[in-house]
C-alpha cells in the first residue's frame, strides 16, 4: 500500500484497538459490578440503576462503538460522520433521561456525581456531535476530538464503577463515606 492510498484514520488504528478492547473488557467488569449491587441486601429502585447504573454500561459500549466506528475501512472520514452524529444526539438524548433518572431517584446525588453522571456524559455526547461536523467540513480538530472523546467514555466508565462498588462496600459495612 503506498503513502497515497492511506487515509488519515490509518494513523488512528492501533489507539482504537485499544481504547475498544479495553471498553469492551470494561463492559464485561461492569456486570460484575452489577451483580455485586444485586447481592446487597439493600433495595434499590430501578431509577437508581437507569441514573447511576446503566450509563456506565453505555458509556463503555459508546467507547466501543466509536472504536469499531474508526477501525473501519471507510473510503473517507466525512462518510461516518453522519453515524458520529447520530450517535451523539442518541447520546445526548440519554444523557439528559439519565439526569431526570436521576433527580428522581430516592439517593440525593452531590457535586462530584452531578458532574461524572451528568455534565461530563452530556458534554462528551455534544463533542460527538461536533466532531461529526468537523468531519464533514474536513476539519483535522475532527479526528483528534473523537479519540479524546472515546478515552472519555472510557474513563467515565472507570469512575463511575469504581464510585458504585466503593458506595456500596460502605453501605454493606455500615460506613458512610468522608468528603
Request: proline fraction near 3%; glycine fraction near 8%; include cysteine.
Amino acid at each position: 500500500m503506498n503513502q497515497a492510498t492511506v487515509t488519515p484514520l490509518a494513523s488512528w488504528q492501533n489507539y482504537y484497538v485499544i481504547v475498544g478492547s479495553a471498553a469492551g473488557a470494561l463492559t464485561g467488569l461492569q456486570f460484575v459490578v452489577l451483580t455485586l449491587v444485586a447481592q446487597i441486601k439493600q433495595a434499590s429502585s430501578m431509577r437508581e440503576i437507569r441514573a447511576f447504573g446503566s450509563p456506565t454500561v453505555v458509556h463503555f459500549c459508546t467507547a466501543l462503538l466509536i472504536s469499531a466506528l474508526m477501525a473501519a475501512p471507510w473510503q473517507s472520514p466525512a462518510n461516518f460522520g453522519i453515524l458520529l452524529g447520530l450517535g451523539g444526539v442518541a447520546g445526548v438524548i440519554y444523557s439528559l433521561g439519565t439526569v431526570w433518572h436521576a433527580w428522581k431517584a430516592a439517593y440525593n446525588p452531590d457535586v462530584l456525581d452531578w458532574i461524572f453522571y451528568a455534565a461530563l456524559p452530556l458534554a462528551a455526547h455534544l463533542a460527538l456531535v461536533a466532531a461529526s461536523i468537523l468531519l464533514w467540513r474536513n476539519s483535522g480538530w475532527a479526528l483528534s476530538i473523537i479519540a479524546a472523546d472515546s478515552l472519555t467514555f472510557v474513563l467515565l466508565g472507570v469512575h463511575n464503577s469504581w464510585d458504585t462498588v466503593t458506595y456500596l462496600a460502605l453501605q454493606n459495612s455500615g460506613q458512610t463515606a468522608k468528603e
